[in-house]
């Protein structure tokens, strides 16, 4: 077995002092983290990030007895640190700047984007991810694009465990999640946290296009309110009825299997405080059965892809018109915002718009 050692100037204690020494130089940022501490029978030597004099090193320690020198140490971690570093010699050289900058992590699962320039590489960019990062249990690589009513992609599983189910934490919150059978995004974290602040105890809420039930999971944990959550997706349905099971609540939610205009047309009339619209691409269609639902001074948060200068302005507009053909009219818009980029010069945009 080779065995790799760094040459460290290092600081060496006795056994005894060595936690108050280790500390110490912990809080001057002068503990070389990436070398294990070396021991011999009765010594600790300590690998340091740079060279310091005795005096200088005396002002750190303290009354600690101590001596200097230079050793070789162990490194705590042996291998490459960039993914990058870690395919040299597996993709030709060319095309390692093509490596994807980041993933996104969900639950025990990391996702990747991976150019169609390197498809062939799938299997040895997955297994090089995990010796990188060894958080994760699986690595999927995205396939195609999201499409479809129930707005979800398929994926290639490239390394590690064959799955595509996981369960995600989001401020404590568990969500069940299977990216291969119903919508789900980490990159919403803070919109989801963010609707739920704006709910008071009391409410009423529809959450239209729940998927596997982020925004009615985070309201209804926070607040004692009532939220209906409807997907056309069986599988959302099935993945936020395993989630009632994996959290406490403080309301509560009722689970719909079906399609959000029926529902809403069925059952209600002016009567809820609040109605999440987050289906970006189809949101637009369900706007007068929003217009149906809600109560004077009730909320709509519309979600909508919105590109070109001024993409705040030209939600406005838009969302105004669709809320006149419901037969309502906008009271106020409170929030108007860019939630993420979905495309060059796109993004997922919200209204908060308070309805007349
Ligand atoms: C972009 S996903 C958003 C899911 C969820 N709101 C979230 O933030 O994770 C849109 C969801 O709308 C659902 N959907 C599409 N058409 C629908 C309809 N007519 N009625 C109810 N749900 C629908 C899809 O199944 C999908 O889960």
């Not at 093509?98 to 969900?106: E, H, N, S």
């Not at 969500?175 to 989801?192: G, N, T």
């Not at 209906?228 to 069986?234: L, M």
Request: charged share 25%; glycine share 8%; aromatic share 8%.
């Amino acid at each position: 077995m080779i065995s790799v050692s760094f040459d460290r100037y290092f600081v060496r204690t006795n056994v005894s002092d060595g936690e108050q020494a280790r500390q110490a130089l912990i809080d001057a940022k002068l503990l070389d983290i990436e070398c294990k501490i070396a021991k011999d029978a009765d010594w600790l030597y300590f690998p340091l990030t740079e060279k310091k004099t005795k005096k200088g090193l005396g002002k750190i320690l303290g009354k600690i007895e101590y001596e200097i020198g230079v050793r070789g140490f162990t490194p705590v971690y042996m291998g490459p640190k960039t993914l990058s570093e870690a395919l040299v010699g597996l993709i030709p050289p060319n095309l390692l700047d093509l490596l994807p900058r980041a993933y996104d992590l969900i639950g025990d699962i990391a996702v990747i984007e991976i150019p169609d320039e390197l498809t062939d590489y799938g299997s040895q960019i997955g297994a090089a991810l995990k010796t990188v990062h060894k958080n994760f249990n699986t690595v999927l690589g995205k396939r195609g694009a999201i499409s479809g009513t129930t707005r979800v992609r398929q994926y290639e599983i490239l390394a590690g465990q064959k799955k595509t189910k996981t369960i995600h934490t989001e401020y404590n919150l568990r969500i069940a999640v299977d990216v291969a059978k119903a919508y789900f995004s980490p990159r919403l974290l803070e919109e989801h946290n963010r609707i739920a602040d704006l709910v008071s105890d009391g409410e009423l809420v529809i959450d239209m296009f729940t998927g596997v039930g982020p925004f009615a999971l985070h309201i209804a944990r926070r607040h004692r309110v009532k939220v209906y959550a409807v997907d056309i997706n069986p599988d959302a349905i099935d993945l936020l009825q395993e989630s009632l099971e994996l959290n406490r609540f403080a309301g509560e939610i009722i689970p719909i299997l079906g399609d959000a205009h029926d529902y809403i047309q069925s059952g209600f009339d002016g009567d809820v405080d609040r109605v999440i619209m987050n289906h970006p691409a189809g949101a637009f269609e369900f706007v007068v059965d929003a217009c149906k639902a809600l109560k004077p001074e009730g909320v709509m948060h519309y979600y909508d892809f919105i590109g070109g200068d001024n993409p705040e302005s030209s939600l406005t507009e838009k969302i105004t018109g669709l809320v006149s053909d419901g037969g309502r009219e906008v009271a106020r818009i409170e929030t108007i915002r860019r939630v993420r980029d979905s495309a060059p010069y796109e993004y997922q945009m919200v209204a908060d718009v308070v309805i007349q």
